[in-house]
């Protein structure tokens, strides 16, 4: 639709996402054909969705003064979290489901889609940025990135040390907390998407 639009150079089309948006971006410019001018990825997770929540859940749980995941939570959570690697299959425990009760198809596509691998079949100008405090989408998921992508010429990938998830600015770990405190994503991290997408490339 942006494309067939009067007022868009349609050859100058991006997609942005950020967090799960951002993991989605792949698949989204692949059903566009390519047919865009670049994707933009903001905290895009590179592992299954199920592991990114138990990894998210345990951090929070070791913060001081968080006890709403006691050990029985957990325990929970975990057996949801390997009944979703079973999902689509008889093995799927119906009755105990998966994280954030969510139905079952949806835990067959999270489970078996993999960003790695569809981002691949891209040939596509890239950008991936991340904030090195975010627990909810980590380092891990960004050295992911930056292993499959390294090679291409036309894929800059950015971190940055002092930001958290929502690329709020704070000092050591993360907390929910920072995420209710109003803020604005700072004017650095705005300056090198339009510099990427004005030139192609990173200051």
């Not at 050859?11 to 994707?39: C, E, F, M, W």
């Amino acid at each position: 639709w942006v494309r067939g639009h009067a007022s868009v150079d349609s050859t100058k089309v991006y997609i942005l996402g950020h967090s799960l948006g951002a993991t989605l971006a792949p698949l989204i410019a692949q059903q566009a054909h390519n047919r865009l001018a670049g994707v933009i990825m903001l905290s895009a997770a590179a592992r299954p969705m199920e592991d990114l929540i138990w990894e998210q859940v345990t951090y929070l749980s070791t913060l001081p003064g968080n006890d709403q995941y006691g050990a029985d939570k957990l325990q929970q959570l975990k057996k949801q979290v390997d009944n979703v690697k079973v999902a689509g299959t008889r093995k799927f425990n119906v009755e105990l489901g998966g994280p954030m009760n969510a139905s079952e198809s949806y835990w067959v596509f999270a489970h078996n889609y993999n960003p790695l691998k569809t981002v691949a079949k891209l040939r596509l100008r890239m950008l991936l940025l991340q904030g090195e405090r975010d627990y909810q989408v980590t380092m891990n998921d960004f050295s992911l990135w930056k292993s499959a992508l390294q090679k291409r010429r036309n894929v800059f990938l950015k971190s940055y040390p002092e930001l958290n998830h929502l690329y709020q600015r704070g000092v050591g770990k993360s907390t929910p907390g920072e995420y209710m405190k109003p803020d604005s994503i700072p004017a650095y991290v705005m300056n090198d998407v339009a510099c990427w997408v004005v030139t192609g490339l990173l200051k």
